[in-house]
């Protein structure tokens, strides 16, 4: 695929936002469904229509932004290869944490179950059996109109911040915008969830990422750099803070909009990004404070044709922590990124791995509450980035040189990591609560026959 083909699909992907509005209870349904044993009399209407409509028609329908739609059994039946191809490999859906090693509890979890995959492949290989059209589930009715990701689950957001308008020209490279607005918030508030989105339709096209950072007045009143609120990329749905946690949001704080903006042939005057905020209730008072930041990789990237490189970051905090989110941060090279956990008696423990990053999909892997590392103080965190620019790669140019920069073609290394700071009694007691729930579900697993 040459450079520009790769961005036109940058392109492409670019309304998923709004096609993956209510996409998470689908998912998570259809991790729990899918029972048909793959030796049974596999059909099409009975078994796999459920499974195409709860994982794949959010993208795969007329309208949205995967090539093909899958609405019907002849569409279906026409793609059936490939169709068994890419789910037998988990190339699709597309999401890309590796499957049996590491965390695997995740919110927002796009993958299917081993059972849904078994049931394409036998339903594929008996020959895709039709079945009885009566068994058919009711057909899915999907809402068009621009929503908030998080809004099934949350409702509209409780404020909204935007950037400043800018005009973004049809020619001419990567361009950055980085306006500072006020909060606009009249007392201070603890912050539960936040999502980014770009104007639609023209902004999804153009905006390649936005970062909302927080400025807070230090002593001498000057407006000093907190860290950032949350990202918008392709694919990304946004923050969601566990319910102990909360980040703080104050009056005279100020949003420094960091926007990388890149022209796609097209004129787009006045683009304004909205940074959609959902609040803690008022009076609300969190156990602890979470933040979320930009971790690097260190290394030499330099890339020459047919090359590969690797890039290493190593953390450790001066408190206990908990890790609540992980997303890697790369361009077309980046092949895969790993989080590792190296504790203070010396044990490792691998804790995400991401085979086949793509940067088409920038997935925050959000840890379920109760899956969410614990790190005691004294814990380093290691992450390891893996660059490939090989004709094993479909979206570079294996001809041509890379190294480190910010433009799209260029690479980057860091990742976003969402962190609740512990204190030590904090710290006894999260683990006492894992522990004793982990007891709990033994002992009921020892009762049943
Ligand atoms: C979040 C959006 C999204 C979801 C969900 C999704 N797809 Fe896709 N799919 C795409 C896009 C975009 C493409 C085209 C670009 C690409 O290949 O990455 C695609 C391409 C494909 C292809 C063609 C790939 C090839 O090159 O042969 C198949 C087959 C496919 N999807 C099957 C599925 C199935 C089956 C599901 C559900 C189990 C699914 N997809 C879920 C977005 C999605």
Redesign the pocket.
Known sequence: MSRRSFHL?FG??AP?AI??AG?APAALSAQQGGEAAPDEDVTFTRDVAP??QQ??Q???RQG?????S?ESYRDVRR?AR??K???ARR????YHLDTGVGIQDIKND?R?SEA?IGT?VAWVDAGTPEGDPADLPEPRVWEDRQMWQQEDILGPPDHVIKSLPFDVPAQGGDTWWRPRVPTDIPADRWIRAMEVRPSYPAGRQVVHHGNPRLLRKDESGEHVRLGNLSEYAM?KIGEVVPQDAGRLLKPDDMIEWDIHYYPMGFDVPGDELELGIWFHPEGYEPDFTQDLDNYSLDGDIALQPGGTAMTQGFYRWDHPVRIDSFQPHGHVHLHGMSLQAVYPDGRTELLTMVTDF?A??HHSYIYDDDAAPLLPTGTVIVMTGWYENTEDNPLVDPEVWATRGARTFDEMSHAWIAVTHLTEDGYERLQGEREEARTVSEQDGQRRP
């Open positions: 699909a492409l992907a998923v096609a993956l996409f499974i195409i994982n794949c959010v993208c795969h949205s932004v995967a090539p093909m899958f793609y490939r169709i191809d890419q789910v190339l699709m859906p597309p796009w299917l849904e394409i694919g793509d088409r999909w």
